[in-house]
């Protein structure tokens, strides 16, 4: 009888868990051009020539999602404890993007070719971003374990991966390809580029063989091993114990190897 009654307990709780009603709000909170996730909504984000914020979430607890504008960010952030929220999400449209920051675990998502100048993503939290862009310039790091998935980007791309959070960047049209390694994320870059930099210190591995770039210049004192393409010039040293894979029929190479990581044509 008491397991019946503990069966029957647990049926009841979720079912008044599925039929939690669902709410929506439209927040009033003026104009923004960057995003500050703190918790674990999940973010929608698309291009709209007016800005609006769009709350939805389970009833008891759409009023701790907090939203507030600062010097120009929007700031998303929860109060109190939670337990089995089903709903809990922001849907935003904006003109423009300068600043993606996500320090918490809630995922976001950008569609529709978002535009933006000069943008900064900054990735500390467990969270993913997935990004569908139009942007000139980006700088982004990613110091947590949330994932990256992002295309559109022209002019300068600046990567700093310091966490485990893995990379796929397509549809690049660069002048200049940063990229700094010193975590176990993975990364696979796709497009081009006229010069590609990369300094590779930790464990992740660097797959830019669908990157094509006119010159390139590898330093790798790690053990993540590094797959590029070039076409005028290829400069590599290898201090570590990772491996240099290079493509294509580059017309000067120059490898110094020091270590024990090897470089091979492909």
């Avoid at 423009?96 to 070719?113: A, P, V, Y």
């Avoid at 990157?211 to 290829?234: E, M, P, Y």
Wanted: negative net charge.
């Amino acid at each position: 009888m008491k397991s019946l009654t503990l069966v029957l307990s647990v049926i009841i709780t979720a079912l008044a868990w599925n039929l939690e009603a669902q709410v929506t709000q439209q927040r009033q909170l003026g104009e923004f051009t960057g995003i500050d996730q703190e918790t674990f909504a999940d973010i929608y984000i698309s291009p709209g020539d007016i800005t609006t914020v769009t709350v939805k979430a389970d009833e008891d607890v759409i009023d701790r999602l907090i939203t507030k504008v600062e010097d120009g960010v929007l700031k998303i952030s929860s109060k109190g404890n939670f337990r089995m929220v089903k709903v809990f999400e922001v849907h935003i449209t904006m003109s423009r993007i300068d600043l993606i920051k996500n320090s918490g675990s809630g995922d976001i998502k950008c569609t529709g070719g978002l535009p933006g100048k000069d943008v900064e993503i900054n990735i500390n939290g467990s969270g993913d971003l997935d990004a569908d862009l139009q942007v000139i310039n980006l700088e982004l790091k990613i110091n947590g374990s949330g994932d990256v998935n992002l295309s559109g980007v022209k002019g300068d791309l600046q990567v700093i991966a310091s966490g485990s959070g893995d990379l796929f960047a397509d549809e690049l049209q660069l002048e200049n390809c940063r990229v700094s390694m010193t975590g176990s994320g993975d990364s696979k870059l796709s497009g081009s580029s006229v010069q590609l930099t990369v300094t590779q210190n930790g464990s992740g591995d660097l797959n830019a063989r669908q990157l094509k770039a006119v010159d390139a210049d590898i330093r790798n004192t790690g053990s993540g091993d590094c797959s590029v393409q070039a076409v005028n010039k290829l400069s590599a040293s290898l201090n570590g114990s990772g491996d240099l894979y290079y493509y294509g029929a580059p017309e000067k190479v120059s490898v110094v190897a020091n270590g024990s990581g090897e470089a091979h044509k492909r």
